[in-house]
C-alpha cells in the first residue's frame, strides 16, 4: 500500500525530507511559504499557516493523510503533532509537552540535570532580567547568555566570543526576554547529530558540522546555519574514528541517556555538543532535523525514510539505516545583509538544470510569473555529495560561481584550510 504523508514546513530541510519521501508516497505538504522544490515533488501543496493546528489537521483530513512529518519547530511547539494525532494522522514528531527539549532551554537544562544526563554545563536559570544581569556581574568567567524560548538559532550570546558582559547586560535589558539561561562557556568544536527516535528506539545518523556565523572564517552574528558538512563515516575529520567510546561515541551515549529519560519521545532527537577538552558537552537539544543537517545526512540516507515512518507508527523497532559511505557539502545563498539587514527581491539564476551533479534544495523564496525570487531569510542550498569531503565541496562549489549580486555564501564551508583550523583547534584543546 502506497503511504499518503503530509510533511508539515517549507524550508531547506523540508526540501530535503521531500525529497526523501517523493517517490515512495503520495506525498503532500502545507506551509506557510510555498517552497518552489515541494511544489514540484508533491501531489499537492496548500498555503496555510503552519502553526495552526487545526488549519494543518483540516488539510490533513482532506487529502487522507496516513502520515505527518512535522519538519520545523514552531509547529512542534504549536501543539500541530499533537492535533494530527489526536485526529488519526500519526506524527512523526514530539507532542508539545516533550518538544520543551528545545522550546524551553531552562527546562531542557534542569531536566539535562534531574536525569543526571551526561554533559551538562553549569547552568543557572532566571526568571528576571536584572538578576540575570547581576549573576553576570559577579560570575567569575565567560557566560552563554541564552533567551528561555524559541529564536530562530538567533537568541544566544555568548560572553569572551561575540560581547562584552557590559553589552550582554544591554542585550538582556532591550531584547525583553524575562526567562534566561546563564551558563558556562564551553570552549571547543561544535558538532551536531541527529537521531530517528520512536517507540523507545534510537537510530543514529553521521555527524555533522554546521556554521552558524553569518561570515568567512566564523566571523559576524549567528544566523540559522550558513552552511554545513559529514564525513564518509559517521565521525568527522577533528574527532575520533567513529568506532571509539569518545566524541561520536561519547554523542550518542548522552543522545540514547536521553530518550531513555524522555517519555513516548517520537521523531527527531538532533544534538548539538561541543568537543571541548573535558570531553563532549551538550550546547542544545533540538525536536527535528537541523537545517542545514537534514541536507546532509537525508541524501546519503539509503533506508527509504518511509519505512522508519511506518515502523515509528506500528509501534515498532525503528529498521536498522544505511548510509551510503559518502561525504556531504551544503552551502546556504543567502540574501546581501543577511541576518542583520537582509534585501530580498533578487531574482535567482540557480536552478535544477544548472547545479549539475549537486542537488538544489529551495529556503524562503518567492515564486513569480517570471522566475524564483529572494525573501529576507536563507534563499536557497546546494549540497554536493561524493567519496571525500574535498569532492564534495568541489560539486557544491561548482555551481556557486553563477550566484550572481545580491547573494552572499560562505565558501570556505568544506574547504581544506578550515578543516585543517577544526583539526588545530581540536588539537590545541586535547594538548
Ligand atoms: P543554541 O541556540 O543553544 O544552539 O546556541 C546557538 C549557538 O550559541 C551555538 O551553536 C553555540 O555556537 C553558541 N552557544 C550556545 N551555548 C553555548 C555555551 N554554553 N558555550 C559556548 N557557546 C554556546
Ligand atoms: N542548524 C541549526 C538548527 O537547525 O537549529
Known amino acids: 500500500m502506497t503511504e499518503t504523508v503530509l510533511l508539515v514546513g517549507g524550508g531547506g530541510r523540508e526540501h530535503a525530507i521531500a525529497r526523501s519521501l517523493a517517490d515512495d508516497t503520495d506525498l503532500y505538504a502545507c506551509a506557510s511559504n510555498r517552497n518552489p522544490g515541494i511544489a514540484r515533488l508533491a501531489e499537492g501543496v496548500e498555503q496555510l499557516d503552519e502553526t495552526d493546528p487545526e488549519a494543518v489537521v483540516a488539510y490533513a483530513e482532506s487529502v487522507d493523510a496516513d502520515l505527518a512529518v512535522v519538519g520545523p519547530e514552531a509547529p512542534l511547539a504549536a501543539g500541530v503533532a499533537d492535533a494530527l494525532d489526536d485526529a488519526g494522522v500519526y506524527a512523526f514528531g514530539p507532542h508539545a509537552e516533550q518538544a520543551r527539549i528545545e522550546t524551553d532551554k531552562a527546562f531542557q537544562r534542569r531536566f539535562m540535570r534531574e536525569e543526571g544526563i551526561p554533559g551538562c554545563p553549569d547552568f543557572e536559570t532566571f526568571d528576571d532580567v536584572e538578576a540575570a544581569c547581576e549573576y553576570l556581574d559577579d560570575y567569575d568567567g565567560d557566560l552563554a547568555v541564552k533567551p528561555a524560548g524559541l529564536t530562530g538559532g538567533k537568541g544566544v550570546r555568548v560572553t569572551g566570543d561575540q560581547v562584552t558582559k557590559e553589552e550582554a547586560k544591554a542585550y538582556l535589558r532591550e531584547s525583553g526576554h524575562d526567562r534566561i539561561v546563564l551558563e558556562e562557556r564551553l570552549v571547543g568544536e561544535e558538532f551536531t547529530v541527529q537521531a530517528f527516535v520512536a517507540n523507545g528506539d534510537l537510530q543514529i545518523s553521521p555527524a555533522v558540522q554546521d556554521h552558524k556565523r553569518a561570515y568567512e572564517g566564523d566571523e559576524g552574528p549567528n544566523t540559522g546555519g550558513m552552511g554545513s558538512y559529514s564525513d564518509a563515516d559517521f565521525a568527522l575529520p577533528f574527532m575520533t574514528d567513529e568506532d571509539s567510546d569518545e566524541d561520536y561515541g561519547e554523542a550518542v551515549s548522552i543522545l540514547e541517556a536521553t530518550v531513555d529519560a524522555l517519555d513516548d519521545y517520537k521523531g527527531v532527537l538532533y544534538g548539538q555538543f561541543m568537543l571541548t577538552a573535558e570531553g563532549v558537552k551538550v550546547v542544545e537539544f533540538n525536536a527535528r532535523f ?45 540574501p546581501a545583509g543577511y541576518p542583520e539587514d537582509p534585501e530580498g527581491g533578487v531574482k535567482v539564476s540557480v536552478d535544477e538544470d544548472s547545479v549539475g551533479e549537486a ?48 547573494l552572499r555564501v560562505r565558501h570556505d564551508i568544506g574547504t581544506e584550510d578550515l578543516l585543517q583550523r577544526r583539526l588545530d583547534h581540536v588539537a590545541e584543546l586535547r594538548g
Open 359 to 406: 542537488l538544489l534544495f529551495y529556503a524562503s523564496v518567492d515564486e513569480r510569473d517570471d522566475g524564483i525570487y529572494t525573501t529576507t531569510s536563507r534563499s536557497f542550498a546546494v549540497v554536493g555529495v561524493a567519496d571525500t569531503i574535498a569532492e564534495a565541496e568541489e560539486i557544491a562549489e561548482g555551481t556557486l560561481s553563477a550566484v550572481g549580486d545580491g
Open 290 to 334: 537541523g537545517d542545514p543537517e537534514a541536507m546532509n545526512t537525508l541524501p546519503v540516507l539509503e533506508t527509504d525514510l518511509v519505512d522508519v515512518l511506518v515502523a515509528a507508527r506500528e509501534g515498532e523497532p525503528l529498521p536498522e539505516l544505511v548510509f551510503s559511505a559518502e561525504a556531504t557539502v551544503c552551502k546556504y545563498a543567502v
